[in-house]
């Protein structure tokens, strides 16, 4: 019972942002996001990373109201229950309605991304300001420094997806000019990936291990083949993107002030 309520749930939605067509869409946004994360615990649940500011929508990117109680902005993801925000002076826990759920604590370096490979795992991957990879195994209480050989300094967004329980959770870094890189072993090591040039912004989805899709500096990209090749869906340059995590064909971009909306799994997008 409780499944098909959820996938209701998600169908509803799926009907409510993506206007009478069914096709791609836009809205308006508070400003120009840092990061983008669809919350697990109601599908068009959104929270954007704005600067010092977080914003939630609860329709799809309809309506946005600023979390009063958010002080970092820089990155956003999710736990089991409840949102981790990132930003200069540290780490900030709150539940998903934006109430704080924990005092702010300072984190062992400066995050500028953070995220969670599958929200139920309580695992949370995070990248410093000066390129470094942590994990953190207890929902951002605690971080260890991840090895990451090969990954270059200046990165800017990390993405994680969980794969299949017996394989190590796939991670990707974006790390602007130098590219995309991806580790197949926990952040142990990384390798580039063939055909992005400047990388903003990476997404994944439980929902389908299989896609990934990136932000770009000429566009926005797509790989249905775990990322041995890309094609690129929009010209739009885009600072963030997400996927839902529950539903593979709804994916979102920040853009210009305006969320975008993919229902084909980020196939096509707005003009």
Known sequence: MRKTLELLAVAAVVLLTAGCGGGPSAESMPGDARALAVAPDFAGTLWAAVGPDAYRTQDGGRSWTRVPSAREGDGVAFTEKYTYLVGPSGG????????????LTRTPATFVSVASPYHKTNRLYALDGEGGLWVSVNAGRAWSRLRADGLPAGCVTVAAVRDLITEPDIVYVACGADGLWVSHDLGASFTKVDGIGQARSVAMTTDDQDLVLVAAGDGIYRSADRGKTFARVSDAVASAVAFDPRNRRLAYAAADGRLLRSTDSGTTWPS
């Open 92 to 103: 900030e826990i709150a539940d998903f309605g934006g109430s704080r759920a924990a005092p």
